[in-house]
């Protein structure tokens, strides 16, 4: 069974403070890990795809990078605006189901 | 812009009434899914739908069903509900990998 645990639960950084979250898989077979931003009472949003060991991507004040084990979130000199629901996901069958993990609440504070 | 719509956005219901959650999809895409998201929980997969005409049963399926009525439509029915499925309930659509999901903005069904 595909297990995604993420952590810390909930983290509180003050506004420019960098900082990284962790999404850690056990998983047969990863076909890609996903990265989505949650907004209160909206969907959520898609952010990334990591596909191999070693990828990473960047968008804005966001990069995310992929071991065989783990994934990070790291935010650098985050703002108020970047405060969300992060939820990281995986993918390892063929009908591109998802396994989230129970995300990571980031408060900002100015 | 429209991406993934799904009706109504709030419900309240009595233990022991039906209903359905609509959503449709706008993006030509051939797989639909159903979470339903509790605090503590994160997102479980309900059902999902790989192509038109086919449903399959995700991580919780008991006492939903599902209904892909064409390539746009996945629906969401509760035969007869109960409290414990009071919940946020998401519909998304994906092209499959590499492409992640695009949600919808989430029904809020509180059964009482």
């Known amino acids: 069974?595909?297990?995604?645990?993420?952590?810390?639960?909930?983290?509180?950084?003050?506004?420019?403070?960098?900082?990284s979250l962790n999404c850690s898989y056990t998983v047969s077979g990863?076909?890609?890990?996903?990265?989505y931003r949650q907004d209160p009472g909206k969907g959520p949003e898609f952010l990334f795809t990591l596909y191999s060991a070693g990828e990473e991507k960047e968008k804005e004040r966001l990069k995310a990078t992929l071991?065989?084990?783990?994934?990070?979130?790291?935010?650098?000199?985050?703002?108020?605006?970047?405060?969300?629901?992060?939820?990281?996901?995986?993918?390892?069958?063929?009908?591109?189901?998802?396994?989230?993990?129970?995300?990571?609440?980031?408060?900002?504070?100015? | 812009n429209a991406g993934v719509t799904q009706t109504p956005k709030f419900q309240v219901l009595k233990t022991g009434q039906s209903m359905t959650l609509q959503c449709a999809q706008d993006m030509n895409h051939n797989s639909m899914y159903w979470y339903r998201?509790?605090?503590?929980?994160?997102?479980?997969?309900?059902?999902?739908?790989?192509?038109?005409g086919t449903t399959d049963k995700g991580e919780v399926p008991n006492g939903y069903n599902v209904s892909r009525l064409n390539k746009r439509e996945f629906s969401l029915r509760l035969e007869s509900a109960a409290p414990s499925q009071t919940s946020v309930y998401f519909c998304a659509s994906s092209e499959g990998v590499p492409y992640g999901y695009t949600f919808g903005s989430g029904t809020r069904l509180t059964v009482v």
């Open chain 1, 1 to 19: 069974e595909d297990q995604v645990t993420q952590s810390p639960e909930a983290l509180r950084l003050q506004e420019g403070e960098s900082s």
């Open chain 1, 30 to 35: 990863l076909r890609g890990l996903f990265w």
């Open chain 1, 67 to 110: 071991t065989k084990k783990e994934s990070f979130l790291h935010i650098t000199a985050p703002k108020p605006e970047d405060s969300a629901t992060y939820l990281c996901a995986v993918s390892t069958g063929a009908n591109s189901k998802l396994t989230f993990g129970k995300g990571i609440t980031l408060s900002v504070r100015p």
């Open chain 2, 37 to 52: 998201q509790d605090p503590g929980m994160g997102l479980r997969l309900i059902y999902y739908s790989a192509s038109e």
